[in-house]
């Protein structure tokens, strides 16, 4: 598996999770690598990214509160504070590896934030 992420759990509102993915050795040209959720009956979102150049984007929603950080080649995580049940979804690491293009995607880990 190309990408193993782990760290999802159940919380209760205004707790915390850290999640993480492992990148595997086939992937080793990554231009950026990022975390997309997906609520039950809803589009799957990104919702932080970091580019290889240093670059990070956060969604409006999470600002203040997420924190994403890795080296750019082996390992992502994503902070996440002040949880709100909103935030309840399953969550994906992503990584887009630039020669050849190709985009890999983890397994999924399940975030539950009860309020």
């Known amino acids: 598996v190309p990408l193993q992420a782990s760290g999802g759990g159940l919380v209760q509102a205004g707790g915390s999770l850290r999640l993480s993915c492992a990148v595997s050795?086939?992937?080793?040209?990554?231009?950026?690598m990022g975390w997309y959720r997906q609520a039950p009956g809803k589009q799957r979102e990104l919702v932080a990214s970091m580019h290889s150049g240093g670059g990070t984007f956060y969604t409006d929603a999470v600002k203040g509160r997420f924190t994403i950080s890795g080296d750019g080649a082996k390992e992502l995580s994503l902070q996440m504070n002040s949880l709100k049940p909103e935030d309840t979804a399953l969550y994906y690491c992503?990584?887009?590896?630039?020669?050849?293009?190709?985009?890999?995607w983890g397994q999924g880990t399940l975030v539950t934030v009860s309020s």
């Open positions: 050795g086939s992937i080793n040209s990554i231009g950026v």
């Open positions: 992503n990584a887009v590896n630039i020669r050849p293009y190709y985009a890999y």
